[in-house]
């Protein structure tokens, strides 16, 4: 059984730092490129990071350049977002998603391509 399952949100002050995980299982990983994405209320689900798996190539957006990062450990088939100096408007429910068929572009892939998601992991920054 294919599946992404994310984990490490929770609730966190303005500045404060969370580190989520996305544990893929059922698929080669390492021929996959992985997109983190957020969705807020009432809003579209955008990008946030990504990255190449095979070379190690990363990509943030300018909204969290410079406090997001976007890792992995191959060997563990995981991926990771570390989030520092959160703000209050990174608040959202947080999803990895896998795809194959990825481009020599940023990001990767379209949002509508990845072939699977996870299921989300919540995020909430306080002022």
């Known amino acids: 059984e294919v599946q992404l399952v994310e984990s490490g949100g929770g609730l966190v002050q303005t500045g404060g730092s969370l580190r989520l995980s996305c544990v893929a299982s059922g698929f080669t990983f390492s021929d996959s490129a992985i997109g983190w994405y957020r969705q807020a209320p009432g809003k579209e689900r955008e990008g946030v990071a990504y990255?190449?798996?095979?070379?190690?190539?990363?990509y943030s957006e300018d909204s969290v350049r410079g406090r997001f990062t976007i890792s992995s450990d191959n060997a563990k088939n995981t991926v990771y977002l570390q989030m520092n100096d959160l703000k209050p408007e990174d608040t959202a429910v947080y999803y990895c998603?896998?795809?194959?068929?990825?481009?020599?572009?940023?990001?990767?892939?379209?949002?509508?391509?990845?072939?699977?998601w996870g299921q989300g992991t919540q995020v909430t920054v306080s002022s």
């Open positions: 990255m190449v798996l095979r070379d190690g190539d990363t």
């Open positions: 998603a896998s795809g194959r068929k990825y481009g020599s572009h940023w990001p990767p892939l379209s949002r509508y391509d990845y072939d699977y």
